[in-house]
Structure formats: structure tokens, C-alpha cells
């Protein structure tokens, strides 16, 4: 298994912007999540879907920020218009549903820099 | 509410000697408890985990981590570590009542010395 796929690995835009990060989970999980990492806060969890439907986005920072999972495997977490405070690595994760055992899984991440 | 604690921001440690990496968690029922590791540049990976059972659980790479109910603990160890055990290493604590959400540490970086 190719495990968690996340596009673009770097991303470099300016403020005003819009940013659109993609992720494809590892078949046959039917969570996923999306992250958020800065030194500052840590290890965030933006928001996160079970079988393509958004569960729970009392994470997502704000308006500008929004997240689609059209199909089982791809999701998008856009920022429209992007600010330098967004400047982040953004994680997705997956995992399969099965009460408390199930460890998720993380992609290798996008390092968002807005200037 | 659930929650975990990383005390150290940093550990460093020699090449060879016994590492341990903290982690004291918060809950109000039976804690279910995971160790992840991040490398430069790349994304969490799950280490092991603590969901009932010996209180000594083995993981990947030689690590173990110890789970102590009285000191509410989950202390990430190895026996002798290595140059290439330096990375970030993460406890999470999965929400009593929300099996899918994770909390995590602030994280502890490992720093071994040859």
C-alpha cells in the first residue's frame, strides 16, 4: 500500500491567494482527517470526515478555510484567501473504523508558506 | 476533558545509553494510548499502542512504552538507543467518547549523541 498521499509536498504562495491541498487516504479507511502543525499550537485537527461526510470541523480555523471529500479517495482543504498566519504543515490522516483499536495514519505533509 | 502532557521539550541522550520520553495523560475513564515519531520532513508515524492488557507494550523499532494507572503515565522507552532514533516523538490520548479524534502532546524531540 502507497499509504497516505498528499499533493503538493511545498507549496509557496502569496497572501490573498487561494491554496488548495489534496489527499488521498489508504484504501479501504473510511476516516479521514486533516491537520494542522505549527510550532505554536501544536498538532491541531481541523477537521475530519467518515465515509466522504464532514463530521466534525469545530477546528477549522475560519471561514477561509473549507474541506471537501467528493469520493473515498481524495479529499481538498482550500483557503481562500490565504494569510501569512497560515503557514503551516498540513497533515492528512486516515484510518479504519473499528472502535478504540485503530492507530491513524499520517501523510508525509504539506509545508504551506504564505507570504 | 481529555489530554496529554509532554514536561520536556527536549531529551538528549547518548548513543547506547536507556532513553525515556515522558508522557503523563488525563482522563476521566480507561485511557487508550498511542506513541507516534516524526522525522524531519515527514508525517507522524504510529509507534505503538495501549489499549488493555500488559502494562508493557512493544512497539516498532525497539521501542516500549510502560502504562502505570497510579501515575497516570505512558513513558516511551528504548534500551539502548540510537543515532537514528532522533526525531520528534508525539503521545495522543483517543477521546473517551469520540473514538476518531486524537489529542495529542506538544511533542519532545529526541536528540542522540553519538
Known amino acids: 500500500d502507497a499509504g497516505v498521499i498528499q499533493s503538493p509536498r511545498h507549496e509557496v504562495t502569496e497572501m490573498g491567494q487561494e491554496v488548495t491541498l489534496r489527499c488521498k487516504p489508504i484504501?479501504?479507511?473510511?476516516?479521514l482527517f486533516w491537520y494542522r502543525q505549527t510550532m505554536m499550537r501544536g498538532l491541531e485537527l481541523l477537521i475530519y470526515?467518515?465515509?466522504?461526510?464532514?463530521?466534525?470541523d469545530s477546528g477549522m480555523p475560519e471561514d477561509r478555510f473549507s474541506a471537501k471529500m467528493p469520493n473515498a479517495s481524495f479529499s481538498t482543504l482550500k483557503i481562500q484567501p490565504s494569510e501569512p498566519r497560515d503557514s503551516a504543515v498540513y497533515f492528512c490522516?486516515?484510518?479504519?473504523?473499528?472502535?478504540?483499536?485503530?492507530?491513524?495514519?499520517f501523510g508525509p505533509g504539506t509545508r504551506l508558506t504564505v507570504l | 476533558a481529555q489530554s496529554v502532557a509532554q514536561p520536556e521539550d527536549q531529551v538528549n541522550v547518548a548513543e547506547g545509553n536507556p532513553l525515556t520520553v515522558k508522557c503523563t495523560y488525563s482522563?476521566?475513564?480507561?485511557?487508550?494510548l498511542f506513541w507516534y515519531v516524526q522525522y524531519p520532513n515527514r508525517g507522524l508515524q504510529f509507534l505503538l499502542k495501549?489499549?488493555?492488557?500488559?502494562?508493557l507494550v512493544k512497539g516498532s523499532y525497539g521501542f516500549e512504552a510502560e502504562f502505570n494507572k497510579s501515575q497516570t503515565s505512558f513513558h516511551l522507552k528504548k534500551p539502548s538507543a540510537l543515532v537514528s532514533d532522533s526525531a520528534l516523538y508525539f503521545c495522543?490520548?483517543?477521546?473517551?467518547?469520540?473514538?476518531?479524534?486524537?489529542?495529542f502532546g506538544s511533542g519532545t524531540k529526541l536528540n542522540v549523541k553519538p
Open positions: 490522516a486516515s484510518s479504519r473504523s473499528g472502535g478504540r483499536r485503530n492507530e491513524q495514519f
Open positions: 484504501s479501504g479507511h473510511d476516516y
Open positions: 470526515f467518515n465515509n466522504n461526510v464532514p463530521i466534525d
Open positions: 482522563v476521566s475513564g480507561n485511557p487508550y
Open positions: 495501549y489499549i488493555t492488557g500488559d502494562n
Open positions: 495522543a490520548v483517543r477521546d473517551e467518547y469520540n473514538f476518531n479524534k486524537f489529542y
